[in-house]
């Protein structure tokens, strides 16, 4: 059985809700499509050897939501073919890597093409920019609500702790219809008196795609900086790769108050997205144990 703290070094990686799909190769599968606004979106696998991971167990399903903040709906979630198939059995998965979309409640059904993006993208860049008190604040109020769920419906004496979020920087500078920035934030798990800690880094990838706002996010453990160039690298790819596939929409220019608020939003459901997959795999550690 996997040791806590190798799973927490792993699994702390991961990106928001989890299971499984159809085990084939990732360079043979088709775009998955999902809606979004009522609107039909083709998104490509991110990278070779991850499979879709989502909706396979319901109670799994409701565990890490309870982590997700209200302003976020997840809609798709991806991790290897092995940790697929882990999760389908029912087994421990390291999730080593891990890939997640997720959209903006509050914009979901709003028409923003590329020009209506780069109209308000640099305002939403100075928002993440001065956000870090902030967003430790909003992450301290969705872990209450999720240790809430987790100890008083399932009965464990588990709890997740997110804290010390940092924005390094922000990547992809030249395109001005996509905002991207990294993050990095420490988690500390405790199970029953005892407590892991470990140092995690996420990439944040926000663009809109066939009208539509995404908000991509890929993460992993945090050893040096070549692992932010990585998870900045994976998830800008994929991000091109989903607009490449979609209908281009240009749309037309939008006053800044239209996305007051996402860049911090998209952020705390960056972070978030780390914590739901980590607590969900120590519960199911826990479980199996």
């Not at 290897?80 to 080593?96: F, I, S, V, Y």
């Not at 109020?141 to 804290?163: C, P, R, T």
């Not at 911090?264 to 914590?275: D, F, N, P, T």
Request: aromatic share 4%.
């Amino acid at each position: 059985m996997i040791s806590l703290k190798r799973s927490l070094a792993v699994l702390s990686s991961c990106l928001a809700i989890a299971i499984c799909a159809p085990h084939v190769a990732a360079a043979e599968q088709a775009p998955a499509t999902v809606q979004v606004g009522g609107r039909d979106l083709q998104i490509p696998v991110p990278a070779k050897g991850m499979v879709r991971c989502d909706g396979i167990s319901e109670e799994f399903d409701k565990n890490l939501n309870a982590f997700l903040p209200a302003t976020n709906r997840m809609i798709a979630y991806f991790c290897t073919e092995a940790d697929a198939e882990g999760l389908k059995k029912g087994e421990n998965a390291p999730m080593d890597v891990s890939f997640n979309i997720q959209t903006m409640r509050k914009l979901e059904s709003q028409e923003i093409g590329s020009k209506t993006f780069a109209s308000v993208r640099d305002s939403m860049r100075k928002e993440v920019a001065n956000m870090q008190d902030e967003l430790n604040a909003k992450l301290k109020q969705v872990m209450e609500k999720g240790n809430a769920h987790i100890q008083n419906e399932k009965k464990l004496d588990a709890a997740l702790d997110v804290s010390d979020v940092a924005v390094l920087g922000f990547f992809d500078e030249e395109n001005s219809s996509a905002l991207g920035f990294t993050t990095t934030m420490n988690l500390a798990t405790k199970i029953a008196g005892t407590e892991e800690k470990s140092r995690n880094v996420v990439a944040a990838y926000l663009i809109p795609a066939n009208g539509r706002m995404l908000l991509l996010y890929a993460g992993r453990p945090y050893l040096n900086d070549g692992d932010r160039l990585v998870v900045e690298r994976e998830v800008k790819a994929w991000g091109d790769a989903i607009i490449a596939a979609n209908p281009k929409i240009e749309g037309k220019a939008a006053s800044g108050g239209l996305f007051r608020g996402v860049g911090r939003s998209g952020l705390v459901g960056a972070g978030i997205g780390v914590a739901v997959a980590l607590i969900a795999m120590i519960l199911r550690k826990r479980q199996a144990a």
